[in-house]
């Protein structure tokens, strides 16, 4: 399915949201390179590196609430390029796949939010967007995917390709 360039922009002018954008286009892709995107299990390593992502954004977005409103006049309006976010492949895992369209659902809502037009900051309505959708993340890992994973799905797995490697070093 082609997706909609109005809804993935290349830059947005909000200082703060350029910064949580980046930051979710990030994980999204670390998610579906890890090791669990290729199986039907969730190991504990991308299991605590999901969970240190998801408390990661919600720092961040307290962190922005905390701060005093800044009074742009020269350097507002300006586009701040964004990370885009990673095409989305249809992993080996279900879960894996659900918690990336709900890392999408974020980042589309706040590349579009009225915030992303602001100088810097968020919004009381776009903030709350935000950290509901890393609560309902966060919730699926803890009161679902740890109870389920593993799934053993021996007549239908592998379904997909392998998930690349990771970047190489500099």
Known sequence: MAESSNL???????????????????????????????VAFV???DMARLQ?????IDKAVAYIND????DLPESHPMVHAIQPFPVMRDMESDEWDHVVRLLR???????????????????????RRVTALVAKT????NDYVAERSPM???ETSPQQAMSPAGKAGV
């Open 8 to 38: 993935f922009p290349s830059g947005i002018y909000n200082l703060d949201c350029t910064y949580l954008a980046d930051k979710i286009a990030r994980y999204a892709g670390e998610v579906q390179m890890s090791v669990s995107s290729n």
């Open 43 to 45: 190991n504990e390593f």
């Open 105 to 127: 659902a974020g980042y589309i809502e706040l590349v579009n939010s009225q915030s992303a037009r602001l100088g810097a900051g968020l919004m009381p309505f776009d903030s």
């Open 152 to 154: 053993d799905l021996p």
């Open 52 to 56: 240190q992502y998801l408390t990661d």
């Open 67 to 70: 701060q005093p409103q800044l």
């Open 138 to 141: 966060r919730q699926w890992l």
